[in-house]
């Protein structure tokens, strides 16, 4: 199963700095050329070829949503009346622009998008629903999921 999925081969060395970088981004390149028993100058240079190509597209440290008072996690479902590039265009522009979307996914089924959101407490989530996603260019129905309880999170991708 090994490098099967990739549209391009990555060799085992190259697979390991992604998932040590994916671990731990802030790993300095000489701790990591360190850890894969690479000098520094190849390992920095496999980095930069990642970087380039496309397999890294950046670096962020993970943020407790909670601790910075963000009590709120919902997943919305928003539907649309009329389905054109424009509505469309235009929906997904306006998203890009608030920050409490972590993450816009246009899906099948019922529901043309699935937004994720995050808020301090459920007035403020109620507010941004009425103020924000109902006036959203097109958007005829949201149906929200709140989080009880998180199981698990993350963005780490499966790196065989």
Aim: glycine share 4%; hydrophobic share 40%; aromatic share 8%.
């Amino acid at each position: 199963m090994k490098n099967k999925h990739l549209k391009k081969p990555l060799d085992d060395v190259d697979l390991n700095i992604l998932r040590q970088l994916q671990a731990d981004g802030s790993l300095s390149n000489a701790k990591l050329a360190e850890r894969l028993s690479l000098s520094v100058t190849p390992c920095w240079r496999r980095i930069r070829r990642l970087e380039e190509e496309g397999f890294i597209e950046g670096y962020q440290a993970n943020l407790n949503r909670r601790k910075l008072g963000f009590d709120v996690l919902a997943f919305v479902h928003l539907c649309f009346d009329i389905h054109t590039d424009d509505s469309a265009d235009r929906f997904e522009e306006a998203v890009l622009t608030y920050p409490e979307v972590l993450s816009c996914h246009k899906i099948t089924g019922k529901a043309d998008y699935l937004l994720q959101v995050v808020a301090e407490d459920l007035d403020r989530y109620g507010e941004f629903v009425e103020h924000i996603l109902r006036r959203l260019p097109g958007v005829t129905s949201i149906h929200s999921s709140l989080t009880l309880r998180e199981i698990k999170s993350s963005s780490r991708l499966p790196v065989y």
